[in-house]
Nanobody
Framework: QVQLVESGGGLVQAGGSLRLSCAAS????????MGWYRQGPGKQRELVAS???????NYADSVKGRFTISRDNAKNTVYLQMDSLKPEDTAVYYC??????????WGQGTQVTVSS
């Protein structure tokens, strides 16, 4: 089963940028759809951005134009570039992998805190 390890979270001022990384184990990464989700304080987990194994992307309306998801199949890694960060982006960010059998695997999460 694939294992996911997120990194790149931290504390940043409003208007700043962060890049999250999610490294996946195994040899099937290129076949999997990948996604970034977040869960803010007192909120439900929500989809932030996703990228299919073919490279098609999808974004939540709240992050369109500010966040960019990408993948490097040679490095088994998916990225989330976050620009123009807002305090409301504060959350734990999770990486999710969905394999060809539609089985989901989650990472442990990385905290992003945006100060005003």
């Amino acid at each position: 089963q694939v294992q996911l390890v997120e990194s790149g979270g931290g504390l940043v001022q409003a208007g700043g940028s962060l890049r999250l990384s999610c490294a996946a184990s195994g040899s099937m990464f290129r076949f999997n759809d990948m996604g970034w989700y977040r869960q803010g304080p007192g909120k439900q987990r929500e989809l932030v951005a996703s990228i299919t194994n073919g490279g098609s992307t999808n974004y939540a309306d709240s992050v369109k134009g500010r966040f960019t998801i990408s993948r490097d199949n040679a490095k088994n890694t998916v990225y989330l570039q976050m620009d123009s960060l807002k305090p409301e982006d504060t959350a734990v960010y999770y990486c999710k992998s969905t394999d060809l059998l539609r089985r989901d695997t989650w990472g442990q999460g990385t905290q992003v805190t945006v100060s005003s």
